[in-house]
């Protein structure tokens, strides 16, 4: 037997502000459960401060890291060498979107950069016991930045998603994003997959058969929501990424309206145990993650 010393996986989420992220959780438990020694650390970096850090990292010995809000757009350009602090040796695969959560950082100590986002995102819509088909659906989806990307060019190359509607506050970022998504698409129609809603007041709350908050609105007030809610009806599905709290306004009052729901922590174990898998190589971790939130949610 080797008395090498065992592998210490350095891992952790880089954003701003991160007192909220349940990531730390998630990791931590998924690292236990796999008999892996190592640590999942916050890494809270001020706007002014991120290229600093970002030129730091093969000093903080990282084996990778997640990154978040607002961060997934700025570690792209540094990797793709765009950005004061860049390294210049990053590498992101083939196929990748405009947007990083997950870093991985290989066997020469370079930034492959990932995104486990949409996958997260379609995991509760698509396996089971959901087993939803998404043929001919009409998505509304609240925001454009990085996971609302994910989201979309997920939803436009491994479903059957008809329409796409895309509101955002800063509506260059929608009519950016529904551009990509339209590119992705491809093929015949592509050219009117995602559209744009110009006005929060007459975005087609009530017509689209899945409505997904990609905004942190949710995250402060009990009473804070962005769409009418009265809009909302029996048979349509309400996805809210924001899972602090889990049982956010529009997650209440959807389920008052009688729609299905999909709350925050569902995604987050489901990216969480893609990101895990990439950095270690094990698989299976989801089940560990839901529990550990599941956990978390029923003593808080
Ligand atoms: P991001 O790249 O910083 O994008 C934030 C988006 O939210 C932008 O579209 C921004 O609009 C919009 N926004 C911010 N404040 C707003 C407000 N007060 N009113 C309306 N729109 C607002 O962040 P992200 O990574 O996409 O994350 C977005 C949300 O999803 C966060 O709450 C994050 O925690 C959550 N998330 C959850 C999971 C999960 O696993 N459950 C995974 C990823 C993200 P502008 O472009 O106009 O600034």
């Not at 706007?47 to 990292?57: A, N, Y």
């Not at 961060?71 to 793709?80: G, I, Q, R, T």
């Not at 997650?251 to 990439?278: K, N, P, Y």
């Amino acid at each position: 037997m080797s008395n090498a010393p065992k592998k210490f996986w350095r891992l952790g989420i880089l954003g701003w502000p991160l007192g909220y992220s349940l990531s730390p959780l998630v990791h931590e438990q998924a690292l236990k459960t796999a008999g892996l020694r190592g640590e999942y650390r916050e890494y809270p970096v001020k706007p002014e401060d991120l290229w600093d850090w970002l030129g730091q990292v093969p000093a903080l010995r990282l084996c990778g890291f997640n990154v978040t809000m607002p961060y997934k757009k700025s570690v792209f350009a540094w990797l793709v060498g765009e950005g004061e602090g860049r390294l210049g040796l990053a590498e992101v695969p083939e196929g990748a979107i405009g947007a990083i959560n997950t870093v991985v950082m290989d066997n020469k100590e370079r930034p492959v950069g990932y995104n486990t986002d949409g996958e997260g995102f379609l995991r509760p819509l698509l396996d089971p016991p959901r087993s939803l088909d998404l043929k001919g659906w009409h998505v509304l989806l609240l925001g454009a930045g990085g996971a609302a990307e994910a989201i979309s060019v997920s939803l436009s190359v491994r479903t059957k998603v008809e329409r796409l509607t895309i509101w955002n506050r800063n509506l260059d970022r929608a009519r950016a994003l529904a551009e990509t998504a339209n590119r992705w698409r491809g093929g015949r129609g592509a050219a009117h997959f995602a559209q744009v809603g110009e006005r929060l007041e007459s975005l087609p709350v009530g017509e689209c058969q899945l409505l997904v908050n990609a905004t942190p609105v949710g995250m402060d007030g009990p009473g804070e929501r962005l769409v009418d809610s009265g809009k909302l009806h029996q048979g349509q599905w309400v996805y809210d990424l924001v899972y602090g709290p889990r049982e956010t306004a529009l997650i209440r009052a959807a389920r008052r309206q009688g729609c299905r729901v999909i709350t925050g922590d569902e995604m987050l174990a489901g990216q969480g145990a893609a990101s895990f898998e990439l950095w270690t190589g094990v698989k299976g971790m989801l089940p560990v993650m839901r529990e550990a939130l599941d956990e978390h949610f029923r003593s808080h």
